[in-house]
């Protein structure tokens, strides 16, 4: 960190999408630096070009550097990790600007790793593009699972009032029921847990388990993984310590606005989360890769390559995941300063007292 400044790395996304215009505008009110050093990881040049696209900005404070280290406070840094000749072609995806995308991200990262940044948020990049350009993930939470060397992570969909994992994240529909599994779904419920806890300050966090088939497959009428595989698995998370219920049917669940009931909601697929997630939180929603060592979010749309270059792109998930990202760095440091005052024993006490089973609380 900067002088105890949270610094705060940004990834310029695919930089013919809205990624650029989203951070700018995010950035924009100089009040906002007071809060965190953002460190923006492209090109000075293409930063440029965008912010001219902007109508009705006040001038912006830039300081372009070629290192983390070099970061100034009060100043919006640019990064330059990008060639001088790039070339930007808003609405359009090029191998050109995937692979910029690739090289914005890979640079963000090494940082992580060194320490030079203390979270990252990476602005949208379009998927295919990218797989052509020869990244080899599915998306950013692949990625960044990888890299960091954890055997699991969870996509976390995290707004002020909503809070939504998925079991199964980038994979084709007819993938989904073979995907799913007893031991899959604990392990999305215990990273969900430990993440309520440590860096949403949630102290006995309550989860729902959506079924995977309408109306919870009617007792096995259309389906049977609620009962072979969903069902078990919310016993097995109990009986482990982990206030777990369900399986609900989502379009009861979300429609009856029962997920307001709970600390967290685990869906079985990514439509079936993200959908209502979208449709109840989209302009504030963030993106949160839960069971990293690491605090990565990301706004909660795409590139929105219609509309690129158009200054008409919405900021504000944009800024709801830098502020989350702050936040959430906040929390787990002081959620670790405070467990390493415990001794291990009663840690142990504590996590026995603090977790009942589901005998316990039905």
Same mark, same amino acid.
């Given at each position: ?22 951070? =700018?505008?995010?950035? *924009? ?6 809060? !965190? #050093? ?6 000075? /040049?293409? $930063? ?14 830039t ?61 949208? =990049?379009?998927?295919? *593009? ?6 080899? !993930? #599915? ?6 699972? /990888?890299? $960091? ?37 604990l ?94 939180d ?42 989350a ?5 906040k ?25 009942p089973?589901?005998?316990q609380?039905?």
């Amino acid at each position: 960190m900067i002088n105890n400044k949270i610094t705060v790395g940004i990834t310029q996304g695919d930089g013919n999408g809205i990624g650029y215009e989203v951070i =700018i505008k995010a950035l *924009a009110d100089q009040r906002i630096l007071d809060s !965190f #050093t953002p460190v923006i990881y492209g090109s000075s /040049k293409v $930063f440029g070009f965008y912010r001219k696209l902007i109508h009705n900005l006040d001038p912006l404070d830039t300081y372009v550097i070629n290192s983390a280290k070099e970061a100034r406070l009060k100043k919006i840094n640019i990064l330059n990790c990008l060639p001088d000749n790039i070339f930007v072609e808003p609405g359009q995806s090029t191998p050109e600007s995937a692979k910029s995308a690739i090289t914005s991200l890979e640079r963000a990262v090494a940082d992580l790793k060194a320490g030079d940044i203390d979270v990252l948020v990476t602005a949208p =990049i379009n998927k295919r *593009a990218m797989s052509s350009a020869g990244f080899g !993930f #599915t998306g950013h939470t692949e990625y960044l699972k /990888k890299e $960091f060397g954890v055997s699991d992570v969870a996509m976390f969909m995290i707004s002020e009032h909503l809070k939504i994992g998925v079991v199964t994240g980038h994979i084709p529909l007819k993938d989904v029921p073979s995907s799913i599994s007893k031991e899959k779904i604990l392990t999305k419920l215990r990273l969900m847990d430990a993440s309520l806890r440590r860096d949403f300050g949630v102290t006995r966090p309550k989860i729902a388990v959506l079924g995977l088939n309408p109306h919870c497959g009617d007792d096995g009428l259309l389906g049977s993984e609620e009962e072979t595989i969903i069902a078990p698995a919310v016993k097995e998370a109990n009986e482990n310590g982990i206030l777990a219920f369900g399986p609900y049917s989502p379009d009861g669940f979300f429609g009856l606005g029962n997920y307001s009931k709970f600390d967290a909601t685990l869906a079985m697929y990514h439509d079936q989360g993200l959908a209502p997630f979208k449709a109840l939180d989209f302009e504030d929603g963030v993106n949160f890769t839960a069971g990293l060592p690491v605090i990565r979010t990301s706004p909660d749309h795409g590139t929105a390559f219609s509309m690129a270059g158009r200054d008409e792109a919405d900021p504000m998930s944009m800024m709801s995941a830098i502020y989350a990202a702050v936040d959430i760095f906040k929390r787990r440091m002081a959620y670790d300063s405070l467990q390493e005052g415990k001794m291990p024993e009663r840690q142990a006490d504590d996590r026995r007292q603090d977790r009942p089973g589901r005998n316990q609380i039905e």
